[in-house]
């Protein structure tokens, strides 16, 4: 357990808006959070996941985000600090990990218990920041949305993002289904052996998915939408399934050039234009599955569910069937060049931040002599809580249970 922070002030990483509108992160202190209450725990943050709803964020195009200034994050790992009332699941000192509702990117949080857990021991603190935000939605859309069955046909985007990896690793938990999927060129090395078949994501990809799959996909998951929600439609067999779960093509344009986002925000729209008579001649189904809402605005009942979820999610760790990949650490400090790595899709997995500069990490950095400069890339990247230094990185960076 790291020594205690006395200091009456914690860092924390806010949006803030400046007099011309433009969002920026900045790091910053503030106070102490207080103690916890009923049904509450106060948690030291080790270790944090950046999603790219973070990113969506970042540029003030996540719907229902909090008016600036506000601390940002959707989950984190740590220790529990204290226990309000009502708190049974947990105590003082336990490793755990939270899905929260924005907030999480502060050395010390205070989160509702529904949405807290005790980690696995063999789990570190940055294979749990990144877990439960990949992995609750990946199993989600496969399982219990798109109840994907063994001999089908599935295509997914962003093969080399958190949840590309989650979906990667859980459809090997399905004998005999055929793995579609696009993601950037210079990411296949990595991919390839993993997924059955690979395309670039910036080319039409309609037609080579057409001859592999002459009858259609049974399943589509969809987090760019723009022009693949179309072409997503398009590709679905009789009975088939879309899913959209994220909106990543409002960034396919430069970021900083209003013009581009503005024109990344039309062809999002055009996804306005489906037509029900039309999914109903079909016999298509199309869906929406959005996990920051259901943090929002569920109720009890669906918390619960999303344990229920979180719970199964540890098993298949525990059981080697999943291993969560970590791309590349940094601290609070380098948050932007975190988020960057997001926004230019350079990333295999996760990106995490952590409050606090770990020596361990350095030492690691400075063996890998083809890491990024002041991270390091890894699946297996060593967190306060792990010593496991001596992993080759390239060696499965998704590490999906060596099934294939």
Not at 137 to 153: D, H, M, P, R
Request: glycine share 8%.
């Amino acid at each position: 357990m790291t020594a205690a922070n006395t200091s009456a002030e914690i860092k924390a990483i806010v949006v803030q808006q400046t007099f011309t509108g433009k969002r920026e992160l900045k790091l910053t202190t503030m106070p102490k959070p207080p103690p916890p209450g009923d049904g509450e725990i106060l948690i030291r943050v080790k270790a944090c996941g950046i999603n790219f709803n973070d990113v969506l964020v970042r540029y003030g195009l996540l719907e229902d985000s909090p008016r600036p200034p506000f601390v940002p994050g959707f989950e984190c790992s740590g220790e529990v600090l204290d226990i309000g009332p009502n708190v049974t699941h947990v105590d003082r000192g336990d490793r755990v990990v939270a899905l929260t509702r924005f907030s999480a990117w502060a050395e010390q949080i205070v989160v509702k218990k529904d949405l807290v857990f005790k980690i696995p021991k063999e789990m570190s603190f940055r294979e749990a920041a990144v877990l439960p935000v990949s992995y609750l939605t990946a199993y989600i859309l496969l399982f219990e949305i798109g109840n994907v069955k063994s001999g089908q046909t599935l295509l997914f985007h962003s093969a080399g993002g958190g949840v590309g990896v989650a979906l990667t690793q859980l459809s090997k938990l399905v004998p005999n289904l055929t793995l579609m999927a696009t993601a950037s060129s210079h990411k296949f090395d990595v991919l390839r052996a993993h997924i059955h078949y690979l395309f670039e994501h910036d080319t039409d990809y309609t037609e080579d998915i057409k001859k592999i799959a002459p009858e259609g996909v049974d399943l589509v998951l969809d987090c760019m939408a723009g022009e693949d929600c179309e072409r997503g439609l398009a590709l679905l067999k009789f009975n088939g399934k879309y899913v959209m779960y994220g909106t990543s093509s409002l960034l396919s344009w430069d970021v900083k050039n209003l013009f581009g986002i503005t024109k990344g925000m039309t062809n999002w729209w055009q996804n306005d234009k489906i037509s029900c008579l039309r999914l109903f001649q079909d016999s298509k189904s199309i869906h929406g599955f959005n996990l920051i809402q259901l943090l929002l605005h569920g109720s009890n009942e669906t918390r619960r569910y999303l344990s229920d979820i979180m719970h199964k999610v540890f098993v298949l760790y525990k059981e080697g069937k999943i291993k969560p990949v970590v791309d590349s650490v940094f601290t609070f400090e380098e948050v932007n060049d975190a988020i960057g790595k997001l926004v230019e899709r350079k990333n295999i997995g996760k990106v995490v931040i952590e409050p606090f500069l770990n020596t361990k990490a350095e030492k690691v950095k400075k063996m890998k002599a083809n890491a990024t400069p002041g991270r390091q890339d890894s699946s297996s990247t060593s967190g306060p809580d792990d010593d496991d230094d001596d992993k080759d990185p390239e060696e499965f960076r998704l590490n999906s249970s060596s099934s294939q």
